[in-house]
């Protein structure tokens, strides 16, 4: 009865976890809008997929194409932080001299602290559209589309086709 109890618990443990034991990778994820705080008249797309950003078009609805201004490509970005201990000598004020008057501040790792490195396992892509009519745009914004190629050559491309977005009021 032991061994059947301790195998059900391992078998509900292993299905929380996935199977695998690692997180699964985000999936792929396309947004389009106007950047905040800005002037109306250029379309952002960020785009996190497993090939790079090619191509980026707006599509109007007489099917002609204004093609993106410009792509930004990021593969596998990644950031490194640094924990931060409560007797560091060095944690205080913003310029990183606290406790210690005079002293130059030093990168320092104090009882153990370290830092950890996270990379993401996708290409980040922005892409920047400029509209050349937006009072057009803002009439018939519905009838809009946006053509996205991801891929590094013709042969593996992949097309995707979104919803334009919804200009800002005003």
């Known amino acids: 009865m032991h061994r059947f109890a ?12 996935g199977g695998g034991g690692l997180p699964s990778l985000p999936s792929e994820q396309i947004r389009a809008g106007f950047p905040p ?3 109306a008249d250029t379309i952002e797309i960020n785009a996190v997929d497993r090939l ?3 191509s980026v078009e707006l599509v109007a609805p007489d099917g002609s194409a204004i093609p993106a201004a410009a792509i930004d490509v990021n593969p596998a970005p990644g950031f490194t ?8 000598p060095f944690a205080g004020d913003v310029f990183g001299v606290g406790n ?36 057009e745009y803002r009439r018939n914004w519905g009838k809009y589309r946006i053509r996205l190629v991801f891929g590094t050559s013709p042969e593996a491309a992949e097309t995707h086709e979104i919803a334009a977005p919804e200009p800002p009021p005003g």
Do not use: E, F, K, Y
Not at 10 to 15: D, I, Q, S, Y
Not at 81 to 88: A, K, P, V, Y
Not at 108 to 134: C, N
């Open 52 to 54: 790079a950003l090619r």
């Open 6 to 17: 301790a195998l059900a618990s391992l078998l509900v443990v292993a299905g929380c976890a």
């Open 100 to 135: 210690v008057g005079g002293a130059p501040p030093l990168p320092v790792t104090v009882g153990g602290g370290g830092q950890t490195r996270a990379q993401l396992l996708a290409m980040v892509s922005t892409a920047l559209i400029p509209l050349p009519d937006p009072v």
């Open 37 to 39: 705080h800005g002037i």
């Open 81 to 88: 932080t640094s924990q931060r201990l409560g007797n560091d």
